[in-house]
């Protein structure tokens, strides 16, 4: 793989470029489109940089994890919620069977993203009393639709980001659930799962 993708003038351009998988083709633009991810990272892009290239340089940084809070943010919201499926599918013997629960019912919204699956896993999460990684997800999946207010109130749509911030909540909680000697290549296989996606 070159990290590269030919478009229709022949003229190879960054893997990413146009993948309906990604919000956005440069890291500066979700910054810009989400402005609730600096609250979430130190780390900032170089004007021009591309997602994925930012997401690279990320995971062999000082604070890699960073670079599953980006990616939680930079897909769609479906696919990060496949993601961070995959990701946790990959440290399953680190879960729990309420975890694994939780994620059968995100993956049947993954399947079937309609209203009637998304509000079964919403409420299936909001009835957890714990909040490990399987329910983070169900959570995540819960907000990319319907309305934080009550029944009765006036309709709250869920702001952009919590679903991704559900999705790194799963993911980095499943990782510290494992051998910190393990976790950077545990990343880098997490990361790679990712640009499969794109």
């Known amino acids: 793989m070159t990290g590269q993708d030919t478009g229709s003038n022949g003229v190879e351009q960054p893997k990413g470029a146009h993948s309906a998988s990604l919000r956005c083709h440069l890291a500066e ?110 959570m995540a999946a819960g907000w990319t639709g319907g309305s934080l207010a009550p029944p009765e109130a006036s309709v709250v749509a869920p702001p952009r980001f919590l679903t991704g911030r559900g999705v790194n909540a799963a993911v980095l909680s499943a990782l510290a659930r494992g051998k910190r000697a393990h976790r950077q290549e545990t990343l880098e296989t997490f990361i790679a799962m990712a640009h499969d996606l794109v």
């Open 29 to 138: 633009q979700l910054f810009i489109d989400l402005p609730e991810l600096t609250e979430d990272m130190d780390s900032r892009p170089e004007a021009g940089e591309p997602a994925l290239d930012f997401i690279a340089r990320l995971v062999v940084s000082p604070t890699p994890e960073e670079a599953v809070t980006f990616t939680a943010q930079v897909f769609t919201r479906r696919v990060a919620i496949w993601w961070g499926h995959e990701c946790l599918r990959y440290l399953e013997e680190l879960l729990d069977p309420l975890d694994l629960e939780m994620m059968a019912l995100c993956a049947a919204w993954v399947a079937t993203p309609d209203e009637s699956n998304r509000r079964h896993v919403a409420m299936a999460a909001e009835s957890c009393a714990t909040r490990s990684p399987g329910v983070w997800l169900a």
